[in-house]
């Protein structure tokens, strides 16, 4: 079985309800709670040839208490546009997608699950050895094909990006809303824009934003992580309020060092540079 990491959206259809191709088929999705949720009666039909997905599924609550007992955890229903109109379908996101297929006794989805247990594999060196993980890491970008001196960048940068969570952390910042405020707020300071901000001035969507960022850019946001990590640590910051004032602080510094190299250079450091072309000449040339 091949998989598809490109998605081949659907010109016909809006952005955030399109179709995903997988094994040339389609799987209808829709955006829900910032992610993809998947129609899960179409990715029972792929990987089972099955005439009737909504019986087969049924089956599959009955012959796996488990999987049943937790389908209300795995599927929600959200409206989707059908032959017959829009409905509201049962759909998982990428990780109950990944449940529902390891429920499937199918020849077709035994690829998948070897798939799958590759990746927990890996995962578990990882965990074992971290240089595994930025390795790969690496690998990623090379085939992507970045420039090697972005990838240096981009890995350090993912190391500095490391060193600051794993500080709030300790500073009790536990949920993804306060490290979300507290990345944008840095962001906001050096760049003068939030990260949603940045993707939309960038012209990405679902994109990482650092994955497109310049080398300048990467290194001013090195910068102010550094700068806020090290802040944090001599102030002790403790709690939001105090570590949301260290991120501000950290920004400041990048942002006065971005403004003076835009003073002596005459050029703006904030660009609207991506590399989605990348994507689009990896598509070609397979």
């Known amino acids: 079985m091949k998989f598809i990491n490109n998605e081949i959206l659907s010109k016909t259809m809006n952005e955030k309800n399109a179709l995903v191709v997988f ?25 089972t040839d099955s005439k009737d997905p909504k019986g087969y599924l049924k089956d599959m609550k009955r012959r796996d208490k488990s999987f049943s ?52 594999y890996e995962r578990v060196q990882e965990i074992e050895d971290p240089e595994l993980a930025q390795n790969r890491v690496k690998e990623y970008y090379e085939l992507k094909g970045y420039p090697k001196e972005w ?4 890995l350090r940068g993912i190391a500095i990006r490391q060193e600051l969570t794993d500080e709030w952390k300790q500073r009790d910042i536990s949920s993804d809303k306060e490290f979300a405020i507290l990345t944008n707020e840095i962001s906001r300071v050096t760049f003068g824009k939030t990260i ?28 102010s992580e550094k ?29 006065n060092t971005l403004k ?20 689009k000449k990896k598509l070609k040339n397979k």
């Open 260 to 279: 003076e190299i835009e003073q002596k250079t005459g050029k703006s450091i904030v660009s609207e540079q991506n590399f989605l072309d990348l994507d």
């Open 69 to 120: 007992y937790g389908w209300g955890q795995i599927a929600t229903l959200l409206p989707i546009m059908t032959a017959g109109g829009i409905q509201k379908l049962n759909c998982v996101s990428t990780k109950g997608a990944f449940r529902l297929v390891q429920s499937i006794p199918s020849k077709k989805s035994e690829p998948f699950k070897q798939w799958l247990a590759h990746v927990g």
């Open 196 to 223: 949603k901000q940045y993707k939309e001035f960038k012209g990405l969507n679902k994109q990482n934003l650092r994955d497109h960022m310049s080398d300048w850019e990467l290194i001013l946001t090195m910068v």
């Open 227 to 255: 700068a806020t990590t090290d802040i944090t640590i001599a102030k002790n910051a403790e709690g939001f309020k105090e570590c949301k004032q260290s991120a501000k602080e950290g920004g400041q510094i990048a942002h």
């Open 23 to 47: 094994q040339g088929e389609g799987i209808r999705r829709t955006w829900f709670n910032d992610e993809w949720w998947y129609v899960a009666t179409d990715i029972i039909a792929i990987l």
């Open 151 to 154: 990838i240096d960048k981009r």
